[in-house]
């Protein structure tokens, strides 16, 4: 089992840039895929983002590619997501997920574990 923790959460103006951070429990981080979902107030909870166990495969949701980057420490058990040039509509509650499995789901139900989430606010 792993235990996950957000952070780097906040409220920031439109145009402007956070790092999350989650950081995982255990000695098995790096048999995990990660991956950073959203809800925001109303919607259904959706994909941001993937990185595979390395860290060599990375994926994006299309509304966020090219303005957020996913990384991997596997030896501080971490896994980042920088974000940048955010808007107002990035504003959500953020979490991490870990996946034993190596086929790079978007599907939240298909992931094993998940952390408490982290608010990100964008201002207009």
């Known amino acids: 089992q792993v235990q996950l923790v957000e952070s780097g959460g906040g409220l920031v103006q439109a145009g402007g840039s956070l790092r999350l951070s989650c950081a995982a429990s255990g000695r098995t981080f790096s048999s995990y895929a990660m991956g950073w979902f959203r809800q925001a107030p109303g919607k259904e909870r959706e994909f941001v983002s993937r990185i595979s166990q390395s860290g060599g495969n990375t994926y994006y949701a299309d509304s966020v590619r090219g303005r957020f980057t996913i990384s991997r420490d596997n030896a501080k058990n971490t896994v980042y997501l920088q974000m940048n040039s955010l808007k107002p509509e990035d504003t959500a509650v953020y979490y991490c997920?870990?996946?034993?499995?190596?086929?790079?789901?978007?599907?939240?139900?298909?992931?094993?574990?998940w952390g408490q989430g982290t608010q990100v606010t964008v201002s207009s």
């Open positions: 997920a870990a996946d034993t499995s190596r086929s790079p789901t978007r599907e939240s139900r298909l992931y094993d574990y």
